[in-house]
């Protein structure tokens, strides 16, 4: 009577358990958060086809290093979305004037101008305004976009067109904005070059169409100051300004922080920075800081989580 060996069995290693146990940890994540693939991947920083070559076991890589690194991209997100987050937008006093200049502009398709200090939610309120209108463009200075010639390529990105002389995206931008009833928003408009403000000017007056010029007070003084002279016939142009008040509201603060369920105490500390020469801006970053704070202790925001804040930003 014979007998027949039994064959071995294959128990899989740790590495290999590992590795699984990622693949399963993905398919999960995938499923409750209702991520795509291609956004899991995107996250991670892998292509969409080594996640899937990875999910699918045919990747031929090294697949240990990819589930380690599968893990620590998924357990940064888990933790970033579980952070504190900035208050959705409000409509605060400061906002309702950039709403006032940007619906003017875009309604009689003139020039506004809006400047402030920094921190008081102008950019905030133009992209709110700009979301909320399908028609309107967000052109975001910064001093590599000072020159006219760059300025152009990034109104010639946003519609669509191709890149040529100065003059050339010139007459192309003019011609595909002309009779479109569009508004244009220049965001830190106080990096422009004279240059640059001055060929836009022409492209309003050619094309009628709405513009809004945003930035700090250097702006407006820049307009207005010594060399005013050079944007004389830009100033003509602007059909509505205003000037946003550097002192932010209780009723502000309130607004802004209306749904964090804060303390009368908490919102009062709040409101002292914003005040403080911070802003919106600067009192957003330090209830950022604050709820951080009380969230690791395992405590509701207070006070203390609010001068503990200040004294580190302030540090």
């Not at 086809?49 to 031929?60: E, I, N, P, V």
């Not at 008081?120 to 020159?147: C, F, Q, W």
């Amino acid at each position: 009577m014979s007998t027949a060996l039994a064959e071995p069995m294959n128990h899989p290693t740790e590495e290999e358990q590992y590795i699984e146990q990622t693949r399963e940890r993905v398919r999960n994540y995938l499923s409750q958060s209702g991520m795509s693939q291609t956004e899991a991947a995107r996250l991670i920083g892998f292509s969409t086809t080594r996640l899937s070559q990875f999910l699918s076991g045919k990747y031929a890589g090294d697949m240990l290093e990819t589930a380690k690194a599968i893990n620590y991209g998924l357990d940064k997100h888990i933790e970033q979305q579980a952070a504190p987050k900035e208050p959705e937008f409000a409509l605060t006093t400061a906002a309702r004037q950039v709403f006032e200049v940007c619906e003017y502009a875009h309604r009689v398709q003139t020039i506004g101008l809006i400047h402030g200090d920094a921190g008081l939610g102008k950019t905030m309120a133009l992209r709110e305004y700009t979301g909320s209108h399908r028609d309107v463009v967000m052109i975001s200075v910064n001093p590599t976009l000072s020159s006219a010639k760059a300025v152009l390529e990034e109104i010639s990105d946003v519609l669509g067109l191709k890149y040529g002389s100065a003059r050339r995206m010139a007459k192309e931008i003019t011609a595909a904005l002309r009779g479109s009833g569009r508004l244009v928003i220049f965001d830190e408009g106080q990096h422009l070059s004279p240059k640059a403000i001055n060929t836009l000017r022409a492209i309003h007056d050619a094309a009628r169409v709405g513009m809004v010029f945003c930035g700090n007070d250097e702006l407006y003084y820049k307009l207005r100051g010594r060399t005013q002279s050079e944007y004389a016939q830009f100033f003509s142009r602007v059909g509505i300004r205003r000037q946003l008040n550097p002192v932010v509201a209780q009723e502000d603060i309130q607004t802004v922080f209306s749904r964090s369920g804060l303390g009368k105490e908490v919102l009062e500390q709040l409101f002292q920075v914003a005040n403080d020469g911070k802003g919106i801006r600067g009192c957003v970053k330090t209830y950022l800081l604050a709820a951080s704070l009380a969230q690791a202790r395992g405590e509701l925001i207070n006070g203390a989580h609010i001068q503990q804040a200040r004294r580190f930003l302030q540090a």
